[in-house]
T-cell receptor, first 115, second 113 residues
Framework: DQQVKQNSPSLSVQEGRISILNCDYT??????FLWYKKYPAEGPTFLIS?????DKNEDGRFTVFLNKSAKHLSLHIVPSQPGDSAVYFC??????????????FGQGTILTVHP | DSGVTQTPKHLITATGQRVTLRCSPR?????VYWYQQSLDQGLQFLIQ???????AKGNILERFSAQQFPDLHSELNLSSLELGDSALYFC????????????FGQGTRLTVV
């Protein structure tokens, strides 16, 4: 049961353009969402997060949008740079029960930014 | 550098053996999480400890166990190893145990032959 889904295995964009990575979730108990970036042979690196009480959070070139009614979030990278080429994981955590800080990850999207 | 240290970086062992993976969390972090990343799967949550106590459990096999020590470092023990246990094992830490970003170590690549 895939509670967090990243339906695009890969995305290719030109340097300087916008990269949009998408993520859908099914569990309505999720209330905190994160994006991680991962290079080969390294651990995931935290990028940006958003709480369910917000619909947008911005940090430099990175913006995360949350649409709770659609159970959808997206990460926008503007402008995209070749150094952004990596695997991007969407993750979610929930309140109460046994969720605590446990993160449920999507399968990842490979972003390639061409010079 | 996330501040989370995992040792060893690589481990090759035979089926049926037992191994221990070690994790030192970021200074000040009380919560430690273990995740497994297999080739055909994403990051799967295994187990979480908070200040020495088990807090949450995921799809962790009975052959696997973990603990968090008083100095907050954690160990993941994998026994009766099978070929399918070959994977990357990541440790992550966070200050609290709820709704906060977790910082990941570089992982231990386990190969079972």
């Amino acid at each position: 049961d895939q509670q967090v889904k990243q339906n695009s295995p890969s995305l290719s964009v030109q340097e300087g353009r916008i990269s949009i990575l998408n993520c859908d979730y099914t569990n309505s108990m999720f209330d905190y969402f994160l994006w991680y970036k991962k290079y080969p042979a390294e651990g995931p690196t935290f990028l940006i997060s958003i709480s369910s009480i917000k619909d947008k959070n911005e940090d430099g070139r990175f913006t995360v949008f949350l649409n709770k009614s659609a159970k959808h979030l997206s990460l926008h990278i503007v402008p995209s740079q070749p150094g952004d080429s990596a695997v991007y994981f969407c993750a979610a955590s929930g309140i109460g029960g046994t969720s605590y800080g446990k993160l449920t990850f999507g399968q990842g999207t490979i972003l390639t930014v061409h010079p | 550098d996330s501040g989370v240290t995992q040792t060893p970086k690589h481990l090759i062992t035979a089926t049926g053996q037992r191994v221990t993976l070690r994790c030192s969390p970021r200074s000040g972090d009380l919560s430690v999480y273990w995740y497994q990343q297999s080739l055909d799967q994403g990051l799967q949550f295994l187990i979480q400890y908070y200040n020495g106590e088990e807090r949450a459990k995921g799809n962790i096999l009975e052959r696997f166990s973990a603990q968090q020590f008083p100095d907050l470092h954690s160990e993941l023990n994998l026994s009766s190893l099978e070929l399918g246990d070959s994977a990357l094992y990541f440790c992550a830490s966070s200050f609290s145990g709820t709704n906060t970003e977790a910082f990941f170590g570089q992982g231990t690549r386990l190969t079972v032959v």
